[in-house]
């Protein structure tokens, strides 16, 4: 679709108000000569939004909609500070020629960091409009109110004008500087209960995800893959499959791809190819990784230190050592990585499932040798990223097809190779010696981290004496034979698996001492919003104060992450004979400050809950050497709706706090929160997640 038409199909042709022809909708492009370079944010509030002459709003934003409902609290965000209805906001997202430059949506970004900014765009944009309709009205500023988009006297809308007839067809370049966003206080929208825009789309089956775009002419693409990682192709021989109808052969270097105009026959041609690969040598497999991690990690990085290591462990009544582990996790999307490219004269246009549509526009354009200015990236619905959609390799190779097949092509890769070709949360070695008084005072924290990352490996207890180190990172900067396979950033990178660590260990040490687990955090806790959450907690829980194990089952975990304080208590049972793991119930308290969505905001901690119960109970990537052996949802349990506790969540009241990140930081805490819950209920002590049966059986065995 060309620019022209999709303005003429959206009616955003009727405001000139916004944009120089000159400029259209991106203000800010990354540089051709830069390909990777980070423009930044535009400052001027019109590549976020527009406004048509019926008062329909537009706002572009470069995130994507991927589940998380950043559509519906972007949009809310926007119609509050511009005083318009929420039902007047249309949402154009992660679109490259349309909407201004965005890193990508992950990192719990849309909200804590990229909120302020369309906040203060609908700010601005708001006061220019009041200012030009007391200049229509001739009504002082002062004097006016807007209600949904419409300017009028307070107390008398006899005399009013809308935004739309504001606009009228002309080009405004009016700004006004230090436009401040509204007080919370004045929130009229922001802080409901709001229904999701793209709710109906969903249910319904009409939202539209990358695969589900068509073409004249299109063409369906199988790519030919090799058996394990780090495999060389010798030798290949298409002539069976150049033979069958219908089929084209494409070979670019190391590119050997099947078209045709149907999925299934591009998968006979593929399976028609015969190919020699060398496969690389290799012993490492899911059960020494963690032996080989230290030795080949690069050189630690220190993250703290603080006091003396050795008088903390001196005035220490009872010290605990121990590893934690956790295997290499996938990240699973029920939408597999699609892309379908498309050339017109020397641009293309790549509708992808990505979360980082300006990333990905800079590796095509570079991978093709072309200006960032030739390559348009739309992104549609995204069924799920979770981290592992920050690239787009599949978008390059639909690209790379479209140009030399002439047509347009889609690249969909199947479930094999959304596992094989995935950047697994790397498996990670954490180690852990902390000594803490009688009276329950921790002393001593000496932490070491290998493969993990950096993200809450420092501890958020008070304690005077501690250090961390940190070697190797989902982020990058790992020797090549760290891991077998490429890692990346997975829900709450690092978090996820330093929490684990730290919130168990913490466990530990207060069942050396005899004390209840949530009464030796309390007595360790400083930061009032962490005290805040734990309390309210255990008082939503009912928990009652006992030293673990107590044989109830019970656990406690806190976490912060992305400036959001989370505290969550679990009830679980565990069946001794089959070593299952049976969740009941969850009650979890987040403080997240300035909540937009509170109903959006539930969602997402429930979605993380539960999407924690999986790598915290049964996921991990089996391999040997380059080749990795799950295959499919049959090899890779990820939750199931059987698994489903009773769910409590409560969001903090916390006005005083911009809104911070929600997406995330209830996932980290599952694992220990999950861990302390089955030691109360056994006392066995797991350090390796994930606690399938086979391993909690072995621990119940260890235990006797």
Known sequence: MKRRDFLQGTGITGLVLFFSADQGFAQERDRPDRPNARPGYPSDFNAYLCIAPDGRVTCLVGKVELGQGSMTALAMLLAEELDVALEQVDMVMGDTDLCPW?????????????????????????????????????????????????VSRKGDT???????????????????????????????????????????????????????????????????????????????????????????????????????????????????????????????????????????????????????????????????????????????????????????????????????????????????????????????????????????????????????????????????????????????????????????KITAWNCNVVGAGDREAVTFYAVPNQRTLSAGSWQGGNPKDMHPFAVGPWRAPSANSNNFAHESHVDSLAAKLGMDPVAFRLLNLEEPRMLRVLTEAAKRFGWVAKPAPSGRGVGVACGHYRGTYVAAMAEVAVDRASGQVQVKRITLVQDMGVVVNPDGARQQAEGSLIMGLGYALTEEIPFKGGDVLAKNFDTYEIPRFSWVPKLDITLIDNPQVPAQGGGEPPIIIVGALLANAIHDATGARLTHLPMNPVSVKAALKAKG
């Open 102 to 150: 965005d890193m990508g949506t992950f990192g719990s970004l849309s909200i804590w960091q990229f909120g302020p900014v369309l906040r203060g765009a609908g700010a601005e944009a708001r006061a220019v409009l009041v200012q030009m309709a007391s200049e229509r009205l001739k009504i002082p500023v002062e004097q006016l109110v807007v209600v949904k988009g419409i």
């Open 158 to 440: 006899s005399m009013h004008v809308s935004y739309g007839e504001l606009v009228a067809g002309k080009k405004i370049e009016r700004h006004l500087e230090k436009v401040a966003p509204k007080p919370v206080s004045a929130f009229k929208l922001v802080g409901r209960d709001t229904a999701r825009k793209d709710a109906r789309e969903k249910v319904t089956g009409k939202a539209m995800y990358a695969a589900d775009m068509k073409l004249p002419g299109l063409l369906h693409a199988r790519v030919l893959r090799a058996p394990v990682h780090g495999a060389a192709l010798e030798s290949v021989d298409t002539s069976a499959a150049e033979a069958m109808a219908g089929v084209k052969v494409v070979r670019d270097k190391e590119l050997v791809a099947l078209l045709h105009a149907r999925p299934d026959g591009a998968a006979e041609a593929l399976s028609k190819v015969k190919a020699k690969w060398k496969n690389p040598v290799s012993d490492l497999d899911h059960n020494n990784i963690f032996e080989h991690l230290p030795k080949t990690a690069p050189k630690a990085r220190s993250l703290a230190a603080m006091g003396d290591l050795a008088a903390g462990e001196k005035a220490a009544a009872q010290v605990v050592e121990a590893t934690y582990t956790n295997a290499y996790v996938a990240h699973a999307p029920i939408e597999t990585h699609a892309a379908l490219a498309a050339w017109e004269g020397d641009k293309v246009t790549v509708w992808a499932s990505t979360q980082a549509p300006f990333m990905v526009k800079s590796q095509v354009a570079e991978a093709l040798g072309l200006a960032t200015q030739q390559v348009r990236i739309i992104t549609p619905y995204v069924g799920g990223g979770f981290g592992g959609k920050s690239g787009g390799p599949q978008a390059v190779t639909a690209a790379r097809l479209a140009r030399l097949a002439g047509a347009p092509v889609l690249v969909q890769w199947d479930r094999e190779e959304e596992f094989f070709h995935d950047t697994f949360r790397p498996a990670a070695v954490i180690k852990l010696r902390s000594g803490a008084t009688r009276e329950g």
